[in-house]
């Protein structure tokens, strides 16, 4: 049996099915959210799953000009896989994430950067100029918002003096005023996930109306099917982490109520995820470095130091 | 000048608000006083004139006569019976731009603007809308 | 840096029609600038002349579906200043009403596609949702909401009624008050202004240059309008103001056609509350006398100028449309150059592209350079169906 538990966690819960399911409802969330922001219906919730199976059945065109073919079709899968194995080392519902060691925080900030490489990889080997411009913009869009992104997700945990997910949650559930302290650094980690997760303001890698497709222009069928539910994957990954390092976690809870907990807490930034999309303008990848360069990144050094100073002066023996 | 989050409020307004969309295929959409779509025709007011079918931009309509062997008749007692001309109508929906100058243009009235609007079909033959007179029915 | 070339067309997601922009690029920069039009070409004119005046109306109605009544309009001055007849003053006000509803239909249209074209999808839903009371407004009155078909030779179809103007009247007031809202939102939005502020930099000289038109000259500085500059209809008696900004970009055509749409409720309020009494329209003789007319008209995208010949005959001898768009398109390559790929398709949009209404005639240049005269296109025609097995060189052209 013993050898079975590993299994369900990397497919059922909290890995594949669980986030794909969970994705495919926050996709939905997320859409209905900004359409009745903006006085539209919006979609039936179970849209994206009929988009899903659309795309899963379509033929797959691979142009001439790809480079690399094995890579091409492998990338997707290598973007779910960086996904899934980044939420077993996440606390979900519980108060203790899957695979659980110090500095797995730092773990599970590299593995997501995986998605965002294969993305680039992606656009690189597809050979259009609308992915090559797309590519380009992933990466320099990367080290933009990764450096704000990290030095912010850092803050909580040096309050918290542990390098460990599910202890960082832990010392918010029993210490839950101290949230206030990494209110910065929550903002900040938010407008950044925007561009992790390539959302308006930050959608500049696929922005439509400039270069069509952006990267994943030339992917069809089910490759583009795998992207797309990455993506809603890396949504829910990203949601959890917040709510592990900023938000608390479970609060100590765990069994049904951490589940209901988890459910509404994610909810609640992906709400907040679909406001920030829906007030702004897509900027310019220039506007987008100097934005996340100016004031990003001084306001996430700015939480640093006000975590280090409560930890060290104000209070040094928690 | 520039204050951040502007659309902030209007937003957040419209989040508790009844969406704009109309719910189309449900609900369906009153038109206007004067709105103009499929044509129709009345045979028995028709004389024949064709302003509409020359003033037509495009060459939608088409009007032919259904008794070209009726001539004025005189009964026993002297009495005349003037030849009536029957006309049959055949209106291209696929051609039709729903301008109903046909029906501005009519001298009798015997072309009309209705209401209805959904003419879409799979068969373009469908499209041919045929206006019989009762006559012609009959035989 | 290498330079790639990057096709903005003939489609793609920014383009509601097909156009091509080739854009030479280095890095995100656009160092040069290739048009290429044409894809659209319908063949109006030539359509025109084989029908009587009537039904060419309703012809160039259709040349655009935004601006119809511009077209419409245009097109039937010229025929009643043929007829030699003065229409009914009803008539004329009755057409301001429409091509003032037109206008605002025209711009919160604009403002939508602007707003969609930076990713501002939020301003694109709502101005588009409000649009539906212009369009509304227009049902009411005309009976459809796209084709008014509102014109006839010599005044207009439909009369409007109190209690429509007392409706018209009502969206108008609301109306006034979204766009004021969505001015405030569009010049304060810290996103907007910097995706608008000095992109597609069109000095004022240049737009006098390259003949800019419409609210393109008037944000360069350009105080043209043919309502103000030529009244037609009855623009003369109406109390409005020319819009202008010295911005010279994209912000400024923005502020531009943002309120020139409060002066066209202005010039509704006026116009609904004073509607003169009268006849809406008088005959004209099916055949005209031999002439010629030209008439402008200010469309919503700028100036629009129709030519009309007629031999005594049935139909229109000559139709020729100049449509704004065909004069904005000049400055387009010398706004898009030195300026950012983001910014291509908001520098396209800024102009209000209706390329369907632009592409009157084809140039085509076999493989040298330069325009072709007529002999030469003939010969290029004989050749190109001759290669498809059709020979047209015994048919005699006068």
New interface residues.
Partial sequence: MDILWPLFYIAVYPGMFFLIAYGLFCQWFDRKLYAHMQNRRGPGCLQPLADLVKLLSKEIVIPKNVTEVRMFKILPYIAIAAVTTAALMIPFESTQSVVNFQGDLIAVLYILTIPTITFFLIGWSSQSPYSAIGSMRVLTQLFAYEVPLMLAMLAPAILADSWNTSDIALFYSSHPLLMLVNVIGLGVSLVALQGKLERVPFDIPHAETEIVGGVFTEYSGRLYGFIKLAIDMEMVVVAALINAVFLGGSFGLSGVWGFVLFIVKTLCIVFILALIKALMARVRIEQMLAFCWKYLAPLSILQIIISIIMRSVVWPNL | ????????G???K??F?K???SQYPVKKHT??????ARIKFTPEECIGCGICM????AAAIKITQINPQDKPQTLPDGKVIPAKRKFKCVIDLSKC?????CV?GCPKKALK?TDEFELAAFDKNKLQDEFKHPDETQK | MPKITVPLGPQHPALKEPGSFLLCLEGEQIVDATLRLGYNHRGVEKAAESRNYIQAMYLIERVCGICSHAHATAYVTNVEELAGVDIPKRAKAIRVIIGELERLHSHLLWLGVAAHEIGFDTLFMYSWRDREMVMDALETISGNRVHYSMNTLGGVRRDITAEQVKSVLSKVEALERRIKYYIELATEEPTVIARTKGVGVLPKDEAIKRCAAGPLARASGVARDTRKDDPYLIYNELDFKLITSDACDVFGRLYVRAFEMLESCKILKQVLNWLPEGAISIKIPVKLPPGQAVNRYEAPRGEDVHYLKSDGGLNPARVKVRAPTLANFASVDYMLKGDQLADAPLIIAAIDPCISCTDRATIITPSGTGIMIWQDMRAHGIEFYKRKGIDFSKVKVM
């Fill in positions: 000048m520039a204050k951040p989050l502007k659309a902030f209007e937003v957040l419209n989040l608000k969406p704009a969309t038109p206007a006083q004067h709105y103009r020359r003033n037509c931009p731009i729903y301008c109903a100058q501005e603007s």
